[in-house]
């Protein structure tokens, strides 16, 4: 079996705090990550596809198509912004988790789409000491 | 599924000779590891854990908790310490290998007792170029 | 000569837009960077002090001292905060120039009151492709 | 389950381009890296393997050995060369699609031979952004 | 003071060879770097700049600018090439010291017709075990 | 000016505690690291050189020559040892920057017999957290 992962990023910020919960509650479960008015990270994005390797080619997928998909679906939402302003996270808690699920979700769409091969994971380096997968990990 | 790791490191010696062996024996095998008086690593330690997202935190295990978990399992015991002192290692090399053996068994039962999640996997990363896992690596 | 280099970071958010200029000047000069709302970075701070080595303990500073200079001067007012609601930044973009200069003021002073060594630069990584140095870099 | 990963790595040239293609498609295809008098990259290798722990060397597979393993199997044929002289490139562009389907069988046999362990996987680095992986990886 | 680095890079080939000297004298002096077919490399380049922080945009350049110099002066005639086909390596053996010196050169004019800041210094990053610097590195 | 840095490393262990003082007092400065029975660190080893650049070669010191050096004045007396075992810690503490002063010193004067070049710096790299440079660093 065959996996490519590109490596992309992108500077956001966030805050952690859900809208159902006081600002006590909130403090006590997510700390400093709570401030209001946010926090950021340059944040990691690790796109790992399978699939087979094209004979003329000799790749699973054009880097350009990749590099286009990562632009439209991850980027172009993402990049520069109060992850919190976006849709994904109107109920959810914009996590390095609830980030991957939601990354993972717009990207595994995209590449079926535009490619031959399908998404296999999808990984956000949050910060050098931790990250998270979504997808097929084990 | 969804798959969430923490790095986290300390600095500590071994000798890496079987008290089964003659030094000579030992020098064979190990080489200048055997060095009867220790050499040392910073030793890099990555835990992934894997678990449902807690709706509320939007997170598989609170940070904190895994943060206490591995001051308790793994940094008490193991850091600034001559590794070949510890129990764990009263019959096993410390190699790579038994190191992370041994912290998968300490992490593995304090990650059930403590949390909603599992342990997935151990890294010890013993220098930039080699590493060991133990846990579902496939 | 001898210079000793330790490196902590911190994670915040921050606007590049001057309260000076309108929406469509900031946006010209700062592009992405001047979202009203805000991104982030893990902005690392590596400091790096000279002075004579401590016969006693072989050290320049006492690490301890470093960390609780850094933490008082640095982590407690920057750490998961917006940058722009700084005092710092009253009158004065956070870019990663200014966060420089910032950071190099607050550990000059407390570097000299607190220790014997003196601060010889401080370098802001703002994300892997670019950073700053104050101080003697020459 | 263990395994276990060293990191080697190598300088070398290539031109990705198809002999069976004219200029044309293989400039429409590649981009800049059809450029045929070549370009190169520092190929990152990272070798895991997987087998029991040998009780008395704590080991799954003698470092040693490996380190020999990959000097005969990689580093001579592919180190310091440009990679579409190499027999395994005769019929296919040397992407890290197939530089990583290449390398995992000379490795593969090469391993099964001379331990006892079994070769997993093998990523290929070739940039900071762009890795492969081939074996089992799911 | 205060100066600003940018990290770009590029991957190229080379063969260390000069051709004054018989391929016998090559390979004394350069080894298996002076394969007369290249090799490759991905080579960082850092670029340093000095100069006073504009009030308006808080910066020493604006990031477009030095991205667009860089551009111009190295991505252009350096990026996925052979580096002995350059003018600059007629006379020259492509060694990252020579690729240092042309590169500062060709960056320090464009930077000084450009900006308001000068050129520091250019690091180049042949592999992660060595590097070059040219301009003030005192 | 050009500075060329080629980077080294060996692994070693030591005890952080002044045989001039009680175990109370070694405890009181230097905390955990003065466990008697040792810790360690993978310690990096940046090696700086200035020099003309030789035309023929294109290099200021040969790479072979430099690594001869590495190997005989650093590698051989420190790889795989407890530094507290060598002379050049008999008096003094094998901190970072004693270790630095130590290396600087064996260095400096290897290089000068061996080369044209000289030696303008040794940075020790302790940890990916703290490091220490001996030479003109300004």
């Known amino acids: 079996m065959i996996a490519v992962t590109k490596r ?13 919960l006081s600002p006590e ?24 596809v ?13 880097e350009a198509t990749l590099d286009e998909i990562y632009q439209a679906a991850v980027a172009e939402p993402f990049s ?11 109920t959810r808690v914009p996590t390095a988790e609830n980030i991957a699920v939601a990354i993972h979700g717009r990207l595994a769409s995209a590449v ?15 910060t050098p000491r931790n990250s998270c997968v979504v997808g097929e990990v084990k």
Chains 1, 2, 3, 4, 5, 6 share one sequence.
């Not at 006590?28 to 994005?45: D, M, Q, S």
């Open 80 to 90: 520069h912004r109060l992850l919190n302003d976006l849709e994904d996270f109107a």
């Open 112 to 126: 079926r789409r535009s490619t031959r091969a399908r998404l296999l994971r999808v990984r956000i380096v949050e």
């Open 50 to 62: 399978t699939g087979p390797i094209d004979p003329d080619s000799g790749q699973v997928v054009p």
């Open 25 to 48: 509650e909130n403090e006590a479960i997510f700390g400093p990550c709570a401030n209001p008015n946010g926090h950021g990270h340059n944040y990691g994005v690790e796109v790992t």
């Open 8 to 20: 992309y990023g992108f500077p956001a910020a966030h805050v952690l705090a859900s809208r159902e």
